[in-house]
């Protein structure tokens, strides 16, 4: 699983065009740091690599230089990691302060900066709710009942989140902050509708972008796979290396649920149990689960079916996320479902634990 990320941090740097080049000068404060203790400011957000030295001193550190862009950037103690703050480099002043405790830094001062902080105020919450959740019921041992009903707070939650992310894209249509944001997030925060209807919001000059070109291109591709679409057949190894060709196991259900997996998901384990149990509850009724694996190692799959009592044929062929169903399905985090009709028409996306049973229980009756 992908897994969520409260404050957003870790991505690859992102240049946005801006109207002209202006300066910009970062006014910061750490307190918990000493004289001559070390910053680093780094816009490579996935490797860390310093590309500027600040020393603080009396508290306080400065940064100052030209920007002709909206960059994402990265402040970080060099001793002590965790006293960290992403923040956008634009031009005008910015604030900064720096604190010790995880995710109580602060940026402000500048439009991207201003936004950037209310968006990660709102979705901080969101995310340590989730944390607590997520903590509970995979942490202990917990009735599958009481795991079941976290995973739909959860799962209500991450709603809410997504919903956080859309409304500051409405807010920042026009600017670079909305364009950034909008850019950024994956399907399983901003859905295709969604980033389909805010892309024709965007200002004509945007919508050209090439960016968003490849974005529109990759919507029409996903709508092949959306909710309402007849599915293509496709064939990939079974377990024992036979093919397996998907329609032909979805004509012998009334309805299958293909399940996106792999052996080194811990939440795609953690629901196999409540998988199996309705799997042995409706089977005779007409359910099929189609198993699809995101592993590259075959000897792992095998064992993890093994150990986890799966019952319902899998197919991979093994290319981790780079299966050519995932690719197919525009599968950006698993576990994933699908639930298809015996025609192969795609009835339901993205439902998981109970939601998921009560379809499925609501389609067998």
């Known amino acids: 699983m992908k897994a969520f990320q409260a404050s957003i941090l870790f991505s690859s740097a992102l240049l946005l065009c ?4 202006n300066s ?24 860390g690599t310093p590309s500027d030295t600040i020393l603080v001193k009396d508290g306080k550190f400065q940064y100052a230089g030209e920007t002709d862009s909206l960059q994402l950037c990265m402040i970080y103690s060099a001793a002590r990691n965790e006293i960290n703050a ?34 990660n105020d709102s ?28 995973m739909s707070k959860i799962e209500q939650l991450n709603k809410r989140f997504a919903g956080v992310v859309a409304d500051a894209i409405k807010r920042n249509i ?15 925060v901003i859905d295709d509708n969604m ?72 939440p795609c384990r953690q629901e196999m149990p409540m998988m199996t149990a309705m799997y042995d509850k409706y089977k005779d009724k007409g359910l099929g689960i189609v198993g699809i694996s995101l592993d590259n190692d075959g000897d792992a799959w095998q064992q993890a079916t093994q150990q986890l009592g799966i019952k319902w044929p899998q197919m991979s062929d093994l290319k981790g996320w780079d299966n050519a169903a995932a690719q197919l399905f525009n599968i950006s985090s698993i576990p994933h479902t699908v639930v298809i009709d015996q025609n192969g028409k795609i009835l339901r996306r993205g439902l998981r634990g109970t939601q998921l049973e009560q379809f499925v229980d609501s389609q067998l009756q």
Request: hydrophobic share 35%; proline share 4%.
């Open 18 to 21: 801006a109207c002209q080049s």
């Open 24 to 47: 910009f000068k970062v006014n910061g404060s750490a307190e918990a740091l000493a004289d001559g203790d070390t910053l680093f400011v780094t816009t490579d957000m996935e490797s």
């Open 86 to 119: 992403p923040f956008f480099l634009e031009a005008g002043n910015i604030s900064v302060t720096l604190s010790e405790t995880p995710g109580a830094s602060r940026v402000g001062g500048t439009q991207a900066n201003n936004e950037w902080q209310r968006l």
């Open 123 to 150: 979705v901080m919450v969101i995310g340590k709710e989730i944390n607590r959740i997520a903590e509970h019921i995979y942490g202990n041992t917990v009735s599958q009942e009481e795991q079941q009903r976290g």
């Open 174 to 188: 026009d600017n670079e902050f909305g364009y950034f944001l909008l850019t950024y997030y994956p399907e399983d």
């Open 195 to 266: 980033r389909s209807n805010l892309i024709k919001q965007l200002p004509d000059a945007m919508r050209q972008r090439p960016a968003i070109k490849l974005m529109q291109k990759h919507l029409e591709a996903a709508a092949n796979t959306s909710e309402g679409a007849v599915i293509t057949d496709f064939t990939q190894p079974s377990l024992d290396g036979t093919p397996l060709s998907i329609m032909d196991e979805i004509r012998r259900n009334k309805i299958t649920v293909i399940d996106f997996w792999a052996s080194w998901c811990g």
